[in-house]
């Protein structure tokens, strides 16, 4: 399976001048814990819940404070015709949960984002699954 058949394909930017509050309540409205951040259609960073939790209220921020002192601007990817084995492996080396997909090596175009949540709702394989339960057994 890649990467391609299970990812959210290429969610809106929140734009890196957006407030805390703003993506804060994108994510509520979305389901999702991961937000990209834009500016000017080209990605710069992406927020987690984590961020908002960690940088934003430990570090004393306000909900009105702009997106962009929170974010991460060290982008983890993948890409899209990458094999899901190796994205899962990826993920637990890193300790994250999600990853930006690009479209390919050379141009390096933000196509989307894919989940541990993304490959387990699409998981056929019993192999498969547990990867997904032992790479999620790095957040707990």
Same mark, same amino acid.
């Given at each position: 399976?890649? #990467?391609?058949? =299970? &990812?959210?394909?290429?969610?809106? !930017?929140?734009?890196? +001048?957006?407030? %805390?509050?703003?993506?804060?309540?994108?994510?509520?409205?979305?389901?999702?814990?991961?937000?990209?951040?834009?500016?000017?259609?080209?990605?710069?960073?992406?927020?987690?819940?984590?961020?908002?939790?960690?940088?934003?209220?430990?570090?004393?921020?306000?909900?009105?404070?702009? #997106?962009?002192? =929170? &974010?991460?601007?060290?982008?983890? !990817?993948?890409?899209? +015709?990458?094999? %899901?084995?190796?994205?899962?492996?990826?993920?637990?080396?890193?300790?994250?949960?999600?990853?930006?997909?690009?479209?390919?090596?050379?141009?390096?175009?933000?196509?989307?984002?894919?989940?541990?949540?993304?490959?387990?709702?699409?998981?056929?394989?019993?192999?498969?699954?547990?990867?997904?339960?032992?790479?999620?057994?790095?957040?707990?």
């Amino acid at each position: 399976m890649k #990467v391609q058949e =299970v &990812m959210t394909a290429k969610p809106e !930017y929140l734009q890196a +001048d957006a407030t %805390i509050r703003e993506a804060a309540i994108r994510m509520m409205e979305h389901d999702r814990g991961f937000e990209p951040i834009g500016d000017d259609n080209k990605l710069v960073g992406v927020i987690t819940d984590r961020d908002l939790a960690l940088r934003g209220m430990a570090d004393g921020k306000t909900p009105d404070d702009a #997106v962009s002192s =929170v &974010m991460s601007g060290t982008l983890l !990817y993948c890409f899209q +015709d990458q094999d %899901i084995n190796d994205v899962l492996e990826n993920m637990k080396q890193q300790a994250v949960q999600r990853l930006v997909v690009l479209n390919n090596e050379k141009d390096k175009e933000f196509v989307g984002i894919v989940a541990i949540s993304d490959i387990a709702d699409h998981c056929k394989d019993p192999a498969l699954a547990q990867r997904i339960v032992d790479c999620c057994r790095v957040y707990h």
